[in-house]
């Protein structure tokens, strides 16, 4: 069954899924990893758990396996570039928060961008292989909500747009 079926078709396919966008971020050794994600999902009230799914090659994967805690960003209409920066395969580490408006989460020292709809600051507490990806479930232990009137940046078939209610 899965031979048969075509990865462009399944990309497609789940292409069709709308999302929001996210910065997941994490520190380690001093290191500041981001990663750009739209696997972020709330899963539990009680308790509070989220997960997100890092690609086993991306940088962030391993070092949010190591730190065990990492800050959710939610982005704005508007923050499309930061969101072109985070994804960009083998950038640079070094200064790629230079020009950032940031503040640094006070539970896990993840960096959480100023611009975003809300802010969330996790404690990992399971991971689970699954294919080329791993999913991280974390414990919510802060939460922001910087602007209260914004509006969401989305995506959908590999392309940004705007929210309409
Ligand atoms: C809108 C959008 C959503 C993305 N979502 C994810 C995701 O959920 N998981 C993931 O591993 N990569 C995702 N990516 C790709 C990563 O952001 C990108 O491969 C990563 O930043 C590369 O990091 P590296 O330079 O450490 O390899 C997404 C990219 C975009 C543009």
Request: aromatic share 0%.
């Given at each position: 069954m899965e031979g048969a079926l075509d990865a462009l078709e399944y990309r497609r396919v789940v292409g069709r899924f709308a999302t929001g966008v996210t910065v997941v971020t994490t520190v380690l050794d001093g290191e500041c990893h981001a990663l750009t994600a739209n696997s972020f999902t709330s899963v539990s009230l009680d308790p509070f758990l989220v997960l997100f799914c890092p690609e086993k090659?991306?940088?962030?994967h391993d070092a949010v396996l190591a730190s065990g805690t990492f800050g959710v960003s939610v982005l704005a209409e508007g923050q499309q570039e930061l969101s072109r920066r985070f994804a960009l395969r083998g950038r640079s580490l070094d200064g790629q928060f230079d020009g950032v408006p940031h503040t640094v989460g006070p539970l896990t020292g993840a960096i959480l961008l100023r611009g975003a709809l809300s802010t969330l600051e996790c404690r990992t507490v399971s991971t689970v292989d699954a294919g080329d990806h791993t999913v991280v479930i974390g414990e919510v232990i802060g939460l922001d909500v910087p602007h209260p009137t914004g509006a969401p940046l989305l995506f959908y078939e590999g392309r940004y747009g705007g929210y309409r209610p």
């Open positions: 090659p991306a940088r962030l």
